[in-house]
């Protein structure tokens, strides 16, 4: 179970309140729990041991088991009793931290396999299973007024670990440099460390695109996407916020509405004050739009990942079996800038087939041949192979493509079914639909309840009353006349038996 400094704090001084001795802790530990108290914490003053003690119960998953035996142990102490008293939050909450550890492990794992950037198709066998494919990373690093280093093949967590930079990091880059794919890897390492220590905060990811209301602080939306997103309980939501339970991972910030960008850098920053937060913080962004900003966030440092050289695109290439690709982009200079960012390089690889290089040469702008690769990339995709019926390609794209305006409408990035709104709806005749739904169903409920009880009354009365009364006297009158009988068998047996005595004492 993991506690918060508040509740570490109150079970120690519990403890050590009711266990004033190093031998009193150690006999109630080796009676209750048959455990050694100074093979788990070793040496030092009683404030220490105690420290220790409860470190090694939550790291070891056996906290609730602690403090059921001091109890048991000191029934009579008014800390332990308080503390007791509590456990049932204490249960609820470790119940709600597993739980959100395990989405967001699914989460991660999940993106992670459907990213572009860490998946790559065969092009010569569609059946072939995706090859997870560790792309050739190059960064540049600025803690502080220090110049950029550049880094070769870093890992994210290195960077993240670093003392100066103590887990409070900003990743910036160009659109498809893999800033999202970056900020998920460093998510997967620390829902590892989450795992293998339930002491350890747990990593929880944050589109910023989320962010509707520019009064609203990001302590109060961290609680409300607890809440949406994963289903936590607001109190429960505002517990781990407020404790620093959790690692905010944010991504999106470039997603926003221009003119709220900057708004929710100055949130953001309110959020860091020491006052606020000391736990990591981790902010991805798009360079070109965070360096308009006037109010650049308190972190400690920026990483900065830098588009791929010529030599890494070879590389990439060649590690998943597509060099024949190669002289195509080497000769194309268009074709060979597009390689540099990870993303587009991914969808080129995936779509070559569907590719004339003689019509990309044939388009005047960057923007067209984006376009015809995107166009070559869907097409692609469509002819995939299902295990179930295909839909048809034209319904997909018309669906992806309705989907894609309402996310845009309403500046978000990521689908949630339980987000759907039926403000989306577009045709008349959908929204009448919905309407005769909604009031249906609402209709149905309110009668059924209102019109059950009250008819399941009158009736229920009525019914009572008249089947009471028929049942009452029929079954009186059968009774009446059944005792009647009785008494008049039990009469005539007796006068029988006196009558026979007399006459055959006479005759």
Same mark, same amino acid.
């Given at each position: 179970?993991?506690?918060?400094?508040?509740?570490?704090?109150? *079970?120690?001084?519990?403890?050590?309140?009711?266990?004033?001795?190093?031998?009193?802790?150690?006999?109630?530990?080796? =009676?209750?729990?048959?455990?050694?108290?100074?093979?788990?914490?070793?040496?030092?003053? *009683?404030?220490?041991?105690?420290?220790?003690?409860?470190?090694?119960?939550?790291?070891?998953?056996?906290? *609730?088991?602690?403090?059921?035996?001091?109890?048991?142990?000191?029934?009579?102490?008014?800390?332990?009793?308080?503390?007791? &008293?509590?456990?049932?939050?204490?249960?609820?909450?470790?119940?709600?931290?597993? /739980?959100?550890?395990?989405?967001?492990?699914?989460?991660?794992?999940?993106?992670?396999?459907?990213?572009?950037?860490?998946?790559?198709?065969?092009?010569?066998?569609?059946? &072939?299973?995706?090859?997870?494919?560790?792309?050739?990373?190059?960064?540049?690093?600025?803690?502080?007024?220090?110049?950029?280093?550049?880094?070769?093949?870093?890992?994210?967590?290195?960077?993240?670990?670093?003392?100066?930079?103590?887990?409070?990091?900003?990743? %910036?880059?160009?659109?498809?440099?893999?800033?999202?794919?970056?900020?998920?890897?460093?998510?997967?390492?620390?829902?590892?460390?989450?795992?293998?220590?339930?002491?350890?905060?747990?990593?929880?990811?944050?589109?910023?695109?989320?962010?509707?209301?520019?009064?609203?602080?990001?302590?109060?939306?961290?609680?409300?996407?607890?809440?949406?997103?994963?289903?936590?309980? &607001?109190?429960?939501?505002?517990?781990?916020?407020?404790?620093?339970?959790?690692?905010?991972?944010?991504?999106?910030?470039?997603?926003?509405?221009?003119?709220?960008? !900057? @708004?929710?850098?100055? @949130?953001?920053?309110? =959020?860091?004050?020491?006052?606020?937060?000391?736990?990591?913080?981790?902010?991805?962004?798009?360079?070109?739009?965070?360096?308009?900003?006037?109010? /650049?966030?308190?972190?400690?440092?920026?990483?900065?990942?830098?588009?791929?050289?010529?030599?890494?695109?070879?590389?990439?290439?060649?590690?998943?079996?597509?060099?024949?690709?190669?002289?195509?982009?080497?000769?194309?200079?268009?074709?060979?800038?597009?390689?540099?960012?990870?993303?587009?390089?991914?969808?080129?690889?995936?779509?070559?087939?569907?590719?004339?290089?003689?019509?990309?040469?044939?388009?005047?702008?960057?923007?067209?041949?984006?376009?015809?690769?995107?166009?070559?990339?869907?097409?692609?995709?469509?002819?995939?192979?299902?295990?179930? &019926?295909?839909?048809?390609?034209?319904?997909?794209?018309?669906?992806?493509?309705?989907?894609?305006?309402?996310?845009?409408? !309403?500046?978000?990035? !990521?689908?949630?079914?339980?987000?759907?709104?039926?403000?989306?709806?577009?045709?008349?005749?959908?929204?009448?639909?919905?309407?005769?739904?909604?009031?249906?169903?609402?209709?149905?409920?309110?009668?059924? %309840?209102?019109?059950?009880?009250?008819?399941?009354?009158?009736?229920?009365?009525?019914?009572?009353?008249?089947?009471?009364?028929?049942?009452?006297?029929? =079954?009186?009158?059968?009774?009446?006349?059944?005792?009647?009988?009785?008494?008049? %068998?039990?009469?005539?047996?007796?006068?029988?038996?006196?009558?026979?005595?007399? =006459?055959?004492?006479?005759?």
């Amino acid at each position: 179970m993991g506690l918060s400094g508040r509740q570490r704090k109150e *079970l120690q001084s519990a403890l050590v309140d009711a266990f004033p001795t190093k031998s009193s802790l150690e006999q109630m530990l080796s =009676f209750e729990l048959d455990k050694n108290l100074e093979a788990i914490t070793g040496e030092g003053n *009683l404030e220490k041991i105690v420290f220790n003690l409860i470190k090694r119960a939550e790291t070891e998953g056996w906290t *609730l088991e602690l403090i059921s035996a001091a109890c048991r142990s000191n029934p009579g102490n008014p800390k332990l009793q308080a503390i007791s &008293k509590s456990r049932s939050e204490f249960t609820s909450r470790d119940n709600v931290q597993k /739980l959100l550890l395990k989405q967001v492990s699914t989460e991660v794992i999940s993106r992670l396999e459907q990213s572009l950037h860490n998946r790559i198709y065969i092009v010569q066998d569609v059946d &072939k299973n995706p090859e997870q494919i560790e792309l050739p990373w190059s960064s540049e690093i600025k803690v502080g007024s220090k110049p950029k280093v550049h880094l070769t093949n870093t890992e994210i967590t290195a960077v993240y670990d670093q003392p100066e930079i103590d887990g409070r990091l900003l990743i %910036l880059g160009q659109p498809g440099v893999g800033k999202t794919t970056m900020l998920l890897k460093l998510a997967e390492e620390l829902v590892n460390r989450a795992k293998d220590d339930s002491a350890n905060p747990i990593p929880v990811l944050f589109s910023l695109s989320s962010w509707k209301n520019d009064n609203q602080s990001i302590k109060d939306w961290l609680v409300d996407q607890l809440k949406d997103k994963y289903g936590v309980r &607001k109190d429960i939501g505002k517990q781990l916020v407020d404790n620093q339970e959790i690692i905010p991972l944010f991504d999106g910030l470039d997603e926003l509405a221009v003119e709220r960008q !900057e @708004k929710c850098v100055v @949130k953001i920053n309110e =959020f860091l004050h020491p006052c606020n937060w000391s736990n990591p913080v981790v902010v991805c962004s798009r360079i070109e739009e965070y360096q308009r900003y006037e109010a /650049l966030l308190q972190l400690n440092n920026s990483l900065e990942l830098c588009p791929f050289t010529s030599q890494q695109v070879y590389q990439y290439l060649q590690r998943t079996e597509n060099l024949q690709l190669w002289d195509s982009i080497s000769q194309d200079a268009d074709l060979n800038q597009l390689t540099r960012t990870p993303l587009l390089l991914n969808i080129l690889v995936l779509s070559f087939q569907e590719i004339s290089i003689q019509t990309w040469q044939q388009f005047q702008s960057s923007e067209e041949r984006l376009s015809y690769l995107f166009d070559a990339y869907i097409e692609k995709m469509l002819k995939r192979l299902y295990k179930e &019926k295909r839909p048809k390609p034209e319904n997909t794209k018309r669906w992806l493509g309705w989907l894609a305006q309402q996310l845009i409408k !309403e500046s978000a990035t !990521e689908f949630l079914i339980e987000r759907m709104q039926p403000t989306w709806l577009i045709k008349k005749h959908h929204k009448v639909v919905y309407s005769l739904i909604i009031w249906g169903v609402t209709g149905g409920l309110i009668n059924g %309840l209102i019109f059950g009880l009250i008819n399941g009354l009158i009736f229920g009365l009525i019914n009572g009353l008249i089947f009471g009364l028929i049942n009452g006297v029929s =079954f009186g009158l059968i009774n009446l006349l059944i005792s009647r009988l009785i008494n008049l %068998l039990i009469s005539g047996v007796i006068f029988g038996l006196i009558s026979g005595l007399i =006459f055959g004492l006479i005759y």
